[in-house]
């Protein structure tokens, strides 16, 4: 589960798209967002507008935005959670149902869905695993923090202000492997990638990496140390 938090609104959606709207579900996509409160509204708006326009269609096509999910018993698992989340109480803001367009009914096509939940509620917090989001509000950096390290997983997070010290504060406190600041999902292979939690052990890539791929060994040479014997006797 990965958590983005809108902390300052600066084009986010114009600047750095969710990474979440991909059909495959990346486990370092985005799959729930918060936003405080002041810009909740403008936020899930323009969220909600970005998703109904991504288009969807054969992923060989250079116009198509997201291709289909890998099977029909993946594609009823993400459509399983739009129940779920509707019986929890959620409010299904856009998708939670396959296109209709008829170009597109032979495919494991599921519409970008994006969900009001609660912090608590299974959607979100469990990886549903396809082109569905949760959102939040929040008034404190404090309540931020809690709801985006309330969830076993913690793979990656992301965080968009213009406060650079409330950046690296946040980013200190977030439990999660990997952490961006006013962007989201840029990887290099001299950075480690791993999460914490549920989301897995161990580093690839970067230094950390090469760890996987040695054996350390200690050895002790005594040049010139008087060391008092285990069993002294006289």
């Known amino acids: 589960t990965d958590r983005p938090i809108a902390v300052d609104l600066i084009d986010v959606l114009r600047t750095d798209r969710p990474a979440n709207f991909a059909s ?14 002041s810009v ?16 969807l269609g054969d992923p060989k096509a250079v116009e198509t935005e997201m291709g289909p999910l890998t099977s029909p018993q993946h594609r009823d698992r993400v459509l399983s959670y739009v129940k779920v989340a509707v019986d929890e109480g959620g409010e ?14 032979h495919g494991c096509y599921v519409r ?15 990886e549903v695993f396809g082109p569905f989001m949760t959102v939040h509000t929040f008034d404190s950096d404090e309540q931020a923090l809690e709801l985006a390290n309330g969830v076993d ?21 977030l439990r999660a492997g ?15 990638f791993g999460g914490m939690g549920a ?36």
Do not use: C
Not at 112 to 126: D, F, K, L, N, Y
Not at 202 to 230: C, S
């Open 178 to 192: 990997m952490v961006w600041v006013n962007a989201y999902k840029r990887v290099n292979p001299g950075s480690p």
């Open 153 to 173: 997983y913690a793979l990656g997070a992301g965080l968009w202000t213009r406060d650079l010290s409330r950046a690296h504060r946040i980013a200190r406190d």
């Open 24 to 37: 495959r579900k990346n486990v370092a996509d985005w799959h729930k967002a918060m936003e405080t409160e």
């Open 40 to 55: 909740a509204e403008e936020f899930v708006a323009a969220l909600v507008s970005l998703a109904e326009s991504i288009r």
């Open 92 to 105: 299904i803001l856009t998708g939670g149902e396959a296109p209709e367009a008829t170009a597109l009914a």
């Open 112 to 126: 970008p869905t994006i969900v009001r939940a609660q912090p608590g509620s299974r959607v979100a917090s469990e």
């Open 199 to 234: 989301s897995g052990y161990g580093r690839e890539m970067g230094f950390e990496a090469m760890h996987e791929y040695t054996e350390a060994k200690a050895v002790w040479i005594n040049v010139d140390a008087q060391l008092p014997p285990f069993y002294p006797r006289a």
